[in-house]
């Protein structure tokens, strides 16, 4: 990324000669384009420092590029740039002396490790796998390194070198063959947008000194499995970050991680799983804790006293509810630190002092900061407003260092001061583009739902709003069902850029959603959508009696289960001019056999050729009732919600004679991630708005 970026940062003055300023403007594409994505705040071990990874789009090249930047935390001085490279590096992480950063980078093609020194000096390579390598981790003392790498089971009891060999011929060949055919025995044989090609992810730790390897990597996970869970499956929001998911215990004698556990049903990220022990001397490997495949997170106390993790509430998918849980390596004893906190813990770091944690957990709408003790007292919320992640606690344990987001300001590096609660910004790359922009804040309001049942919804305004002015509103319905519209910036579906084509748009977060209680997530698993229907229904009625708002011109839009509702819509309500479905499901009985979650279907009234019930609730039964104009978006590479529900779908409104346009991404998933194709994904929404909610024309005289 260029290195002439205009930072504002804490204690910063700018002065500026006398300059005409220009009225704010309205947020277009290319601006959501051009803004800085700051991600994986990481504190150094002396709390002096923070590290963290800048994204920016390359356009030109259809790509995007990070680099690894630092600011102090005392404020003072502006970031600076550790690396700069033409590709991604990423995912860094301190040594326990501070003097050494590993990371992950593609800068000459693959994805390996390498080491950066902080005083000073160019990067080295540290790994060369033929299976690449990611997801640094130190041990306590700086005298080992663990990653990840995918790796062809058969070969993972050889020696490192005959392994890497192997692995690195059998690669070549499969690149080389002829026949393209894939050949499979059991589930799951995709996962997110990828084939499985008979690799199987494995941790390898690698001995170091002074900022090198003293020898090769160590496969520390042999054989037929998966030692931890695809981060990049899109398994949802509640999945831990990358490398989160193993630790080395503080001795450095043990590796722990969080595995998903075998599952006839073909589980993956969301099913079972264990947290497991491996002896780096011995290989012996022993159960520390049952928990589930996004769950686990291991992480040691200070005082090596204490392992945190995360378990579930209940077993099964249908649970929005995590719990932090503490176990006592002296005694053996484990205990939930939130057995009555109605809410789902997301991440954690340990205070200092070992005597309790920080952690995150969306909360109506938002997803604050909290404390507990290991004395039992009740969370504490230490950060109320926003969504804040990427928890560093310093040293001392005198502030927080994070990152901080709304909907309508990007993440950003923050420093808060426990005893005062003061905050500062450390790191906000995006202040001068976001000064040119008019953005309206987003208002929460509460709607009466199904049962009585209170349902919070965003709702953001279009810029230089008039409040004698109707203005035409879209709905978003929101994916998981279990995921919630947070305040929260987001860089594919960004409520303040809707809003600047001159739209009111609502975010509603209907029964079910993470962050409202189980006792709603229940009532909303109960009836199918029913629940979540008469809520959205209960929401547009809300938008339709606001005097700003158009009745006669609304539209609704979703994603993944926001599409699925969509489709629903379409089968049962004539009051939206329009409708734009990404990703939705529209027939449940071909989505149960082909998609690489289905088993997550059978947590409700059972496998599709066991009970018909489930039936009742797919869209595709409706299609006689179909009338409103739909646009439909969709990746090909999606095996999330496959693309034959959207060949489905478009083939019944083209035969039902309704307006419809289907728009297909070949080279995308469960999501779109190039960035062209999301610009030509905003132009073609934009325009199937701007088509269906125009004005209605004045009559000639």
């Known amino acids: 990324m260029a290195a002439s970026l205009r930072w504002l940062g804490s204690g910063m003055i700018l002065v500026l000669a006398p300059v005409l300023i220009a009225a704010p403007r309205a947020m277009t594409v ?172 494995h941790l390898f730790v690698m001995p170091m000194q002074q900022g090198g390897a003293t020898a090769e990597p160590r496969d520390m996970t042999p054989g037929d499995h998966n030692a931890v869970a695809d981060v990049g499956a899109g398994a949802g929001e509640d999945l831990f970050p990358a490398g989160d998911g193993f630790t080395f215990s503080p001795d450095g004698e043990e590796l722990i991680y969080a595995t998903a556990a075998e599952s006839l049903r073909g589980e993956t990220a969301g099913g079972d799983g264990d947290l497991v022990a491996v002896n780096l001397r011995t290989g012996e490997r022993r159960l520390v804790a049952k928990t589930s495949a996004n769950g686990g997170a291991p992480r040691f106390s200070p005082d090596g006293k204490w392992l945190a993790y995360r378990a579930p509430a209940r077993r099964d998918a249908r649970s929005t509810r995590g719990q932090l849980m503490v176990h006592n390596r002296s005694t053996g004893e484990t205990r939930s630190l939130t057995p009555d906190f109605d809410r789902p813990v997301s991440e954690w770091a340990w205070a200092p002092d070992s005597a309790g944690l920080y952690f995150t957990a969306p909360d109506d709408g938002r997803r604050p900061v909290w404390a507990v003790r290991l004395d039992g007292e009740s969370p504490q919320r230490v950060v109320a407003n926003g969504t804040n992640s990427a ?125 409202f209680g189980r006792a709603l997530a229940d009532a909303a698993s109960a009836d199918g959508n029913a629940r979540l229907y008469a809520d959205l229904m209960a929401c547009t009625d809300w938008l339709a009696r606001q005097p700003y708002v158009d009745a006669t011109r609304l539209a609704a839009a979703g994603t993944a289960y926001g599409g699925f509702m969509i489709n629903w819509f379409q089968g049962h309500t004539t009051r939206f001019r329009a409708l734009i479905s990404e990703a939705g499901v529209y027939n449940f009985s071909s989505m149960a056999g082909i998609s690489d979650e289905a088993w997550r279907l059978e947590d409700g009234p059972g496998a599709p050729w066991e009970v018909e019930e489930g039936a009742r609730f797919s869209p595709h039964r409706f299609a006689a009732n179909f009338h409103t104009p739909e646009l439909i978006l969709h990746g090909e590479q999606d095996f999330r919600v496959p693309v034959g529900e959207a060949l489905q779908l478009f083939t019944a409104l083209q035969r039902r004679g309704v307006p419809s346009k289907l728009v297909l991404f070949p080279d995308e998933g469960h999501g779109l991630r190039k960035p062209l194709n999301r610009e030509l994904w905003h132009r073609e929404v934009f325009a199937w708005l701007a088509e269906y909610l125009a004005a209605p024309r004045a009559a000639p005289r």
């Open 30 to 201: 290319d601006d959501l384009l051009a803004l800085h994505r700051v991600s994986d705040v990481q504190l150094s071990p002396d709390g002096r420092e923070a590290a963290f990874v800048v994204t920016d789009v390359v356009k030109a090249e259809n790509r995007t590029n990070s680099d690894i930047w630092v600011v102090p935390v005392g404020g003072g001085s502006e970031p600076r740039a550790l690396t700069n490279s033409p590709r991604d590096d990423q995912h860094p992480r301190w040594s326990p002396d501070g003097r050494w950063i590993a990371f992950e980078s593609n800068r000459d093609g693959a994805r390996q490790i390498w080491i950066l020194p902080v005083a000073g000096g160019e990067p080295r390579k540290l790994t060369a796998l033929a299976t690449e390598a990611g997801q640094p981790v130190w041990s306590a003392d700086g005298r080992a390194l663990a990653f990840v790498s995918a790796v062809f089971p058969e070969y993972s009891t050889l020696p490192p070198a005959e392994a890497d060999r192997a692995n690195r011929e059998r690669l070549l060949a499969l690149a080389r063959r002829p026949v393209k055919a894939r050949v499979f025995t059991r589930l799951p044989y995709r996962q997110g947008d990828t084939w499985d090609d008979g690799r199987r992810r």
């Open 391 to 515: 928890l560093n606690i310093t040293p001392d344990g005198h502030a927080l260092v994070w990152l901080a987001q709304t909907l309508t300001q990007p993440p950003r590096v923050m420093r808060m001061a426990r005893e005062t609660g003061a905050t500062t910004v450390l790191a906000d790359p995006n202040r001068a583009l976001l000064d040119e922009l008019a953005l309206a804040p987003a208002e929460s309001v509460t709607v009466t739902g199904a049962g009585g049942a209170k349902v919070q919804m965003w709702v953001v305004k279009p810029p230089r709003f008039a409040a004698g002015q109707k203005y035409p509103a879209v709905l978003w319905v929101h994916g998981g069902p279990r995921e919630a519209f947070g305040d929260a910036w987001s860089w594919r579906w960004n409520p303040a850029l809707w809003a600047a084509q001159g739209y009111v748009i609502a975010l509603p977060n209907p029964s079910g959603s993470a962050g």
